[in-house]
């Protein structure tokens, strides 16, 4: 029995939600959303609750309870997306890194011999506070994430010095280094 999937995803003032066949729909202040839900599982509107309501019998009833948690907490995120949005905070260690805005791309000097320069995706926006602060954010959790975690894999942190970029308040185990 799933836990989460039982629980409702209370529907905010100014959020609407349309179900069309398969899809669902999120309409909300900052945009809209949209996604595909599985077979396994049907959407139930009332009083400004959706439940996501599993199948009972066919071959998708043992996978159903793993779609309906699945698909409650995307719904869930579509919801929080669509009213306040979602953000990742990145930060840039190393003499001489650092980061510029440049109209839609991300350019990053990260100590190679050339500029790494990525074209953000549509529905990104990115801030940068200092040279070595980048702030990813966007209404989609889960293309905000993506997106920090490629700029991230440009220059993941090592661990001898610590250098590269690394999530805000991360951890990164620092080795020892060679000795005679």
Known sequence: MSRIGKKPVIIEKGVQITVDGRTVKVKGPKGELSQVIPEAVSIDIKDN???VVK??????AKKADAFQALTRSLIQNMVDGVTKGFEKKLEIIGVGYRSALEGRNLNLSLGYSHP???PLPEGIDVAIEKQTLITVKGIDKQLVGSTAAK???FRPPEPYKGKGIRYEGEYVRRKVGKTK
């Open 116 to 118: 790494v320069i990525y």
């Open 49 to 51: 609750e959706l439940y």
């Open 55 to 60: 199948a009972q019998e066919g071959k998708l």
């Open 151 to 153: 700029i991230r894999s």
